[in-house]
């Protein structure tokens, strides 16, 4: 079974610029999340998708947006990128929005903002 | 607050050493325990979970972890580490309503030979 696999590996962009970053879910999982791993300030939640849906967001700013595809693939969208903004961002997928789906995370995209 | 501590950043031990890493947990209610491995250069993988039941519990590569509530805490132990288990070890708890994950900050191990 295949797991989380997100893409592109490795993402370069410019300060201003935008990024978009995907995520293919376990098959037959519905939730998706996504989680900032930045340095010196550990993983933080950033967003849940189920359904569709928007469900739940951390303590980021606007500018950090996504959507869930009826496949339940995901993107995050990154506006107007800032130097912190370089990190690796990790997927993760569970089976469902129950407190006992455990959430299986993808290998990350690398986001370098020069 | 929901929040998880791991007190040492830094552990190493020498290759069919023992290991324990340490993680206490503050939460309010019965509480959703992880712990995940990141190798350098790739994301997360689960080790092992407690949800409810027998404290003690098994995880992959022959890993375990006790949860002890009187104590808040859910440490992660092996009996001979392997030079393969190089790697960062992140506890989390699972805040439930919100469906997030809340992670230490970890603990980088290395292992001599």
């Known amino acids: 079974e295949a797991g989380v696999t997100q893409s592109p590996t490795h993402l370069i962009k410019t300060r201003g610029q935008q990024a978009t970053l995907r995520c293919s879910p376990i098959?037959?999982?519905?939730?998706v999340y996504w989680y900032q791993q930045a340095l010196g300030l550990g993983l933080q939640f950033l967003l849940w998708?189920?359904?569709?849906?928007?469900?739940n967001r951390g303590n980021f700013p606007p500018r950090f947006s996504g959507r869930q595809f009826p496949n339940y693939s995901s993107e995050l969208n990154v506006n107007a990128l800032e130097l912190e903004d370089s990190a690796l961002y990790l997927c993760?997928?569970?089976?469902?929005?129950?407190?006992?789906?455990?959430?299986?995370f993808g290998p990350g995209t690398r986001l370098t903002v020069l | 607050a929901q929040s998880v501590t791991q007190p040492d950043i830094h552990i190493t031990v020498s290759e069919g050493a023992s290991l324990e890493l340490r993680c206490n947990y503050s939460?309010?209610?019965?509480?959703?325990l992880f712990w995940y491995v990141q190798s350098p250069g790739q994301g997360l993988q689960l080790l092992l979970k407690?949800?409810?039941?027998?404290?003690l519990v098994q995880g992959i590569k022959g890993f375990e972890a006790e949860f002890k509530r009187s104590q808040s805490s859910f440490n992660l132990r092996k009996p001979s580490v392997h030079w393969s288990d190089a790697a960062e070890y992140f506890c989390a708890v699972y805040s439930g309503g919100y469906n997030k994950l809340i992670f230490g900050a970890g603990t980088r191990l290395a292992v001599h030979p």
């Open positions: 407690y949800f409810s039941g027998d404290t």
């Open positions: 098959s037959g999982h519905t939730s």
């Open positions: 998708y189920d359904e569709g849906e928007e469900r």
């Open positions: 993760a997928s569970s089976l469902g929005r129950a407190d006992t789906d455990t959430q299986y």
């Open positions: 939460y309010g209610a019965t509480p959703y």
